[in-house]
């Protein structure tokens, strides 16, 4: 799975900028990559380990983790 961080903030209504600070955190924890092709950057996201991380706090929280809509993540 890959998108570019500007399709990435148009879903999530969020500035390229912000995108690219927390991607460049999750980038350093292993959790997406990203590569760069011209002035573009494209995210990538292993299904693998986005699936761990899903069952991690499916596993310590329970109900308790809720997913949020975009627009409520402001």
Do not use: W, Y
């Not at 799975?1 to 690219?20: F, P, R, Y």
């Amino acid at each position: 799975l890959s998108l570019c961080v500007d399709q990435l903030g148009s879903e999530l209504s969020l500035a390229k900028s912000t995108i690219s600070h927390h991607m460049k955190a999750l980038k350093n924890a292993g959790l997406v990559r990203i590569e760069r092709r011209g002035k573009f950057n494209d995210l990538s996201f292993d299904p693998t380990i986005l699936g761990s991380v899903a069952a991690f706090f499916a596993g310590c929280c329970g109900d308790q983790v809720e997913l949020l809509a975009p627009e409520e993540i402001k």
